[in-house]
């Protein structure tokens, strides 16, 4: 029975290791992720790229990372992190080279797809670890470390103008792709000479039917629903901020920087008191309860001030914002809650690529319902309705227990 060792797991702290490697891992990829809306403008001069093909290189990578989420959990919980997660981890970094190496348009666009679909595999990867390794009252604050690598990957890209301000952006790119050839090789150390986990692998079925398996459970959906509303604000709302829309509220380049640098860094500290909280799943409703109304009011209040607040004012709301909004990293304790561990990547897998996607509409969408530029009515709009979707899902959250898990 797995369910008896999920609850008494192995506690000392080589019973991290890999998870603390992945998750070192997930940083970098991450730190490649934002790192790339700094060395935009750069690569569309050397390039003569247009506007519209430096904003595809963008968005490619996440619709990529969220595509291949579903393919990479089924992968994981077929073969295992063990054997799958260092060649994805390899690839990853010879993707990031590559890109490196590019010389136009359809070779950047090229291996920024790559990259993301092999980057995909990573977070789900980092989950099975947390959920076949780590004792169970951990999951929760496991994945909101993973989680928070997201915000802190945001934070530290910020620093990337300031520290290597005339380092050609290829020769950047190219100590990211070394630097992940080496942490690639300390997770496959740490994974190859630990003991593989006690859970069998999944048994062979179609992607089709064990993706729709997973999606019957009420808690899976729950969960997918809570990470929609958390990636789609911090992804879609932190592009309210971002340079392309910053004709909509008025804000300078460096105001930009700064609020989403309050936006991120509020982010990682919310995770990580939401994972520490999470700890014990009776509460858990009223977390997302408590988060969701919160961000609810601010999200007005942001909006309705955003064109006459200083920079200080909306700096204030935007920490508070982000640490309103790292309670979504709690999605995946309700989405696994009782599910049997050698389905632990799938189910991940499904409620990431639910943010990603979520994320990477909430980014273009203002823009697509003004016709092509972000007006204030079409990003209140948006924005507003993915902040009552949220509240309206925890409202409705059932009271949660801990169940016993499954063989």
């Known amino acids: 029975?797995?369910?008896?060792?999920?609850?008494?797991?192995?506690?000392?702290?080589?019973?991290?290791?890999?998870?603390?490697?992945?998750?070192?891992?997930?940083?970098?990829?991450?730190?490649?992720?934002?790192?790339?809306?700094?060395?935009?403008?750069?690569?569309q001069q050397e390039l003569r790229l247009t506007a519209f093909e430096t904003a595809a290189i963008s968005l490619a990578y996440l619709l990529s990372y969220g595509l291949m989420q579903l393919p990479a959990g089924l992968l994981l919980d077929r073969f295992g992190a063990r054997r799958v997660l260092p060649i994805a981890a390899g690839f990853s970094a010879l993707s990031v080279l590559l890109f490196a190496q590019a010389q136009g348009f359809w070779t950047l666009l090229g291996t920024r797809i790559l990259a993301g679909a092999f980057m995909a595999f990573v977070f789900p990867a980092t989950g099975k670890i947390a959920r076949n390794r780590l004792p169970a009252h951990r999951f929760a604050l496991a994945m909101a470390i993973a989680d928070m690598c997201f915000g802190i990957g945001a934070v530290s890209a910020v620093f990337i103008p300031a520290f290597f301000t005339d380092t050609p952006w290829r020769l950047l790119m190219q100590g990211q792709a070394f630097l992940g050839l080496g942490?690639?090789?300390?997770?496959?150390?740490?994974?190859?000479?630990?003991?593989?986990?006690?859970?069998?692998?999944?048994?062979?079925?179609?992607?089709?039917?064990?993706?729709?398996?997973?999606?019957?459970?009420?808690?899976?959906r729950l969960g997918i629903g809570l990470y929609i509303w958390g990636a789609g604000l911090i992804l879609g709302f932190g592009g309210y901020w971002n340079v392309k829309l910053?004709?909509?509220?008025?804000?300078?380049?460096?105001?930009?920087?700064?609020?989403?640098?309050?936006?991120f860094s509020g982010l990682a500290a919310g995770m990580l008191v939401a994972g520490i909280l999470g700890a014990r799943v009776e509460r858990l409703r009223n977390i997302f309860r408590i988060s969701t109304t919160l961000t609810l009011v601010l999200m007005t209040v942001t909006l309705g001030v955003s064109t006459t607040a200083s920079t200080d004012q909306l700096l204030v709301l935007m920490v508070a914002l982000g640490l309103l909004i790292g309670t979504c990293s709690l999605s995946f304790a309700v989405a696994c809650l009782g599910l049997p561990a050698n389905h632990a990547a799938t189910v991940v897998a499904i409620v990431n690529a639910g943010g990603c996607l979520s994320g990477a509409l909430l980014q273009a969408l203002p823009i697509w319902l003004g016709e092509g530029n972000a007006t204030f009515s079409t990003i209140s709009i948006t924005y507003f309705g993915i902040a009552i979707f949220g509240a309206w899902i925890a409202w409705r959250m059932p009271r949660l227990t801990n169940p016993?898990?499954?063989p």
């Open 246 to 263: 910053q004709r909509a509220c008025g804000c300078s380049t460096a105001e930009i920087s700064t609020l989403e640098l309050g936006l």
């Open 1 to 43: 029975m797995r369910g008896k060792a999920s609850e008494s797991g192995p506690r000392n702290f080589r019973a991290w290791w890999p998870w603390c490697a992945a998750v070192l891992f997930l940083l970098w990829q991450v730190d490649f992720q934002f790192a790339y809306g700094f060395f935009a403008e750069s690569i």
């Open 183 to 220: 942490l690639g090789a300390l997770l496959w150390v740490t994974l190859f000479f630990t003991k593989p986990d006690h859970t069998l692998p999944q048994a062979a079925a179609s992607a089709t039917r064990s993706i729709a398996d997973s999606l019957k459970r009420p808690f899976v």
């Open 404 to 406: 016993a898990e499954s």
